[in-house]
């Protein structure tokens, strides 16, 4: 993933070219600024009046679906911003009956737990948490390293897109209510992530290559006619509510803390330790992937920061040099590596998740078949 393009910077918001991808105007806009101001345009409502017939609108549907039934819809909740303000809107705005889906993935902090279980606890609302073995999820978590792929995120974010799949059938729900919003995550390129992220045959292939090769029994995967069944004919609906009420970050933190009792994490997703030390070290050092920078493009384009404001917060480390050894440590005593083992993960070539077996890598060829005929 090297990347040999002379340097350059987006004249509007701090996209670069760690992005090998990226594209410029002859004003030095980025593509992924154009695209992400398209896109927060098509979702612009023009009057409060439109903003509350639209979301009634969406309200009286999942209410009418779930009539009769112990729950109207399903949220996830990792105990992050999104998903935390995500829940308090359904529930105090919108007067909604969730069921609150949390993914136990064994590197939860201490922090999450507790906003977790306050937010439960004063929104009055279920929780079902999904827990993975957790020797199951360190091989997992290993196998991935081991094969050098850059979205080690893909493990939990499968996990949870077909436990919260299952689930719907459970309980004949029809929607599914998740924290994305464009204000805030607008922008992040297609090569810094792997999608779609439930893609069990690009799991189960490299967990067989680099794993102990045991059967999953508590790591939720899609067979083939669910991958497809999901993908391409799917009738459950995915809505992002927070992209119909104002959602603005700063002060859905500050309406969090003084009704829910939330404490922030410093960072985006640091809900999960595991999270926070491959987005703030494995991601940058080793793909040079720094997602702040999406992140913060994304605030600035929908004018929640400055790019002034952005560049200064890039200035500042990613890691506290003295904090990093220590979570090095723990990250290869929970994972059970040794020092020259992660050493030897650091420094091996990154390769693409399509060097092994995939379902999103045959579609892809697929598609691209289609359109030339």
Known sequence: MENKREYQICTRCVMDTTDPDIVFDENGVCNHCIGAIKGLEKIRIESEEERKKKINDI??????????????????????????????????RLGLRPLAVHLDNGWNSE????????????LNIDLFTHVIDWEEFRDLQKAYLKASVLDLEVLSDNAIVVAIHNLLKKYN??????????QAESIMPANWLYSPKYDSKNILSIYRKFGNKK??????????????????FDNS?????????PYVKKQSIEILEKELGWKDYGGKHFESRITQFYQSHILPVKFNVDKRRAHLSSLIVSNQITRQQALKILNQKLYDPKKLEADIEYF??????????????MN?????????????????RLAKLKQKL
Do not use: Q, W
């Open 237 to 245: 609906r995915t809505i992002n509510i927070l992209d119909t009420v």
């Open 332 to 345: 290869c005593k929970k994972l059970e590596l040794t020092r020259d083992e992660f050493t030897t993960i």
């Open 59 to 92: 309200v009286n549907t999942i209410k009418e679906s779930g009539k009769g039934k112990k729950y109207d819809c399903i949220i996830g909740l990792s105990g992050g911003v999104d998903s935390s303000y995500l829940a308090y809107v359904v529930v105090k």
């Open 348 to 364: 091996t070539l990154p390769v693409s998740h399509y060097k092994y077996a995939s379902y999103n890598k045959l579609f892809d």
């Open 173 to 182: 729900l029809k929607y599914f209510l998740i924290g994305f919003n464009m």
């Open 111 to 122: 922090l999450a737990v507790k906003n977790i279980e306050n937010i439960v606890k004063k």
């Open 215 to 232: 059967r999953l029994k508590t790591y939720p995967l899609f067979n083939f006619l669910e991958y497809i069944r999901y993908r391409f």
